[in-house]
Nanobody, 121 residues
Framework: VQLQASGGGLVQTGGYLRLSCAVS????????MGWFRQVPGKQREFVGD????????NYGNSVKGRFTISRDSAKNTVYLQMNSLEPEDTAIYYC???????????????WGQGTLVTVSS
């Protein structure tokens, strides 16, 4: 499985961005997809994930109510809609896939290359 993240950029506080993660290669119907972010020098932080069928999502506490994950199976693409952005959201954002969406963190299998999001104050 290959993942290609895109959509990062510079935005002002309170603004919004939508990241995309295009998935190619062999995928399983049970694949879960998710997003992480990382500030250089800090640990990678879980942002959220979505089940294989898109029926349920899970978010990290710092983004709940502001970020939304969705997926378009026909386009093999996962999205991260980020609203009400804050300077603390500045990071490199990575998409990831898991072999089993019911055990996302334990079955992580592939990562995208990352896309930089910068939120100015």
């Amino acid at each position: 499985v290959q993942l290609q993240a895109s959509g990062g950029g510079l935005v002002q506080t309170g603004g919004y961005l939508r990241l995309s993660c295009a998935v190619s290669g062999r995928t399983l119907s049970s694949n879960g997809m998710g997003w992480f972010r990382q500030v250089p020098g800090k640990q990678r932080e879980f942002v959220g994930d979505i089940s294989w069928n898109g029926e349920w999502t899970n978010y990290g506490n710092s983004v709940k109510g502001r970020f939304t994950i969705s997926r378009d199976s026909a386009k093999n693409t996962v999205y991260l809609q980020m609203n009400s952005l804050e300077p603390e959201d500045t990071a490199i954002y990575y998409c990831a896939s898991a072999r089993d969406s019911m055990n996302f963190m334990r079955t992580l299998a592939a990562w995208g290359q990352g896309t930089l999001v910068t939120v100015s104050s």
